[in-house]
């Protein structure tokens, strides 16, 4: 068993940065992929980002390429999603996501294959 827990999120003006982070605790953290996703009223959960667990492998929705960048330090269990430029259509629940791998380089970009899921933080960005 996995225990996600997310922080940072908050308002922002558009063009402004934040910061998420991803707590885990449980079982070994670096057994785990990790992503981020995110839900926005009325919509479904989409892809963000998603990071192996060696970290060598990274993969980002077209809509947020050049602007976050997903990283993880496995010595304090946590992965991050630095968000910089952004838009009003970034307001959404951003929600981490683990999933059990023992490919050190392995990424999903799809809900399926994630395990553990956080409660979600949310962000809201103002025009």
């Known amino acids: 068993q996995v225990q996600l827990v997310e922080s940072g999120g908050g308002l922002v003006r558009a063009g402004g940065s934040l910061r998420l982070s991803c707590a885990a605790s449980?079982?070994?953290?670096?057994?785990?992929?990790m992503g981020w996703f995110r839900q926005a009223p009325g919509l479904e959960r989409e892809f963000v980002a998603a990071?192996?667990?060696?970290?060598?492998?990274?993969n980002y929705a077209y809509s947020v390429k050049g602007r976050f960048t997903i990283s993880r330090d496995n010595d304090k269990n946590t992965v991050y999603l630095q968000m910089n430029s952004l838009k009003p259509e970034d307001t959404a629940v951003y929600y981490c996501?683990?999933?059990?791998?023992?490919?050190?380089?392995?990424?999903?970009?799809?809900?399926?294959?994630?395990?553990?899921w956080g409660q979600g933080t949310q962000v809201t960005v103002s025009s």
């Open positions: 996501a683990a999933a059990l791998t023992y490919h050190s380089d392995y990424v999903a970009m799809s809900p399926g294959p994630y395990d553990y």
């Open positions: 990071i192996s667990w060696s970290g060598g492998s990274t």
């Open positions: 449980g079982r070994t953290f670096r057994v785990y992929a």
